[in-house]
């Protein structure tokens, strides 16, 4: 009789751990579902925010001190170069003759067979990603301001530094010769920083107004204004539109706008990334919030970018996401690994992940 019950009381066990194993493998993440891996990249550790596609081939760096550069259709290795200064939050800057890319201490410029050209001991770390005007090249240099050098030689050309300090997350923009530089000259003791107007050719200030204790995002330029998102930790949020001439406050909205990654025109409005509600979309003209996503599980962990009348980006749960011009949302593929800004070649989409994984998307929903 015992015998007759422990074997039936085994036999429920085994019953119940059979499907708690079904259960488990029915709820595991099916990850890059709808994606095909187009190649992997076993020789590098890449930083995949740091990815930049050019005419083919992919530049970026490596979490060990190196640049490198790929054949975008294969992932092989056309070369790399190792350096002594560390390149973390940079993004490599493609010219059609020469790379520029800012490290701790030095600004570093190779030619596109990854031999180096020039390199300049600049002493502070270069504290965005380098833009580009003629002849010119600029970047920021942490509690240097703003320093333009030349592209032939990497000599300081001219620079405009703060009467107090940088603190930005934000890149520069440029628009013909203007430059658009955020948290220009921040001051903790007197509560305010600038947003600043620059002089490309000769680094003139244009013009330069206060904000008050905001960090500021990356501005996004159409015709003549300006958009920028500004954030005070995560609080009393705003997004300005700005007369380029002047820099004057064309319409002024409260929102709660992320201010790492950068705002895009899509189908004639603004979106907007936000920390709370995932995606704002704005009247261009007005800033009146046309639709908001409302969910958290959506706020964006990379760049934003348009493909085919949608708008695709990595999620902070390291999803892939794709929403259209009315405000729908939907979940293209999970990563297991993270995920880089969405990538456009040959009219094709294609995702990197944080370990050397290059994908690209089958089906667009």
């Known amino acids: 009789m015992l015998g007759h019950i422990a074997s039936e009381m085994k036999n429920s066990i085994n019953l119940i751990f059979c499907i708690l194993l079904i259960s488990c493998s029915t709820h595991e993440p099916a990850y890059h579902k709808g994606l095909t891996k187009v190649w992997q990249s076993d020789q590098l550790r890449w930083n995949a925010s740091s990815l930049t596609l050019y005419d083919g081939n992919l530049f970026g760096s490596t979490l060990d001190k190196t640049i490198f550069r790929l054949d975008f259709k294969t992932g092989n290795l056309i070369w790399k170069s190792q350096s002594s200064t560390s390149y973390a939050g940079q993004k490599p800057l493609v010219s059609d003759s020469q790379i520029f890319i800012g490290g701790s201490d030095v600004l570093n410029s190779y030619d596109h067979d990854g031999n180096l050209i020039w390199s300049n001991k600049v002493g502070n770390k270069i504290g965005h990603s380098i833009i580009e005007f003629d002849s010119l090249i600029f970047a920021s240099l942490t509690g240097k301001g703003l320093n333009a050098f030349n592209k032939s030689e990497g000599k300081n050309a001219w620079k405009i530094e703060p009467e107090y300090q940088m ?68 609080a009393k949020g705003i997004v300005r539109a700005l007369d380029v001439r002047n820099g004057s406050t064309l319409w002024e909205v409260a929102s709660q706008p992320e201010c790492l990654y950068k705002p895009i025109a899509f189908n004639s409005n603004l979106l907007i990334p ?92």
């Open 274 to 365: 936000s920390y709370d509600r995932g995606l704002d979309y704005l009247d261009l003209e007005s800033g009146e919030l046309i639709w908001s996503l409302n969910r958290d599980d959506l706020i964006p962990a990379t760049e934003l970018v348009e493909f085919k009348n949608k708008v695709y980006y990595g999620s902070v749960n390291r999803k892939l996401i794709s929403v259209d011009s009315s405000g729908n949302s939907y979940e293209v593929s999970e990563f297991e690994y993270g995920l880089g800004d969405p990538m456009i070649f040959k009219d094709e989409l294609y995702i990197p992940d944080g370990i050397g994984n290059m994908f690209k998307v089958n089906n667009m929903p």
């Open 167 to 234: 603190l930005s997350t934000s890149d520069p923009v440029i628009l013909d010769s203007v430059i658009i530089l955020g948290n220009f000259d921040y001051s903790l003791e007197n509560n305010l920083d600038h947003t600043i107007a620059i002089n490309a050719k000769n680094g003139e200030t244009i013009w330069a107004r206060q904000n008050k204790h905001y960090i500021t995002g990356t501005g996004l330029f159409l015709k003549d204004k300006v958009y920028i998102c500004y954030d005070s930790s995560y």
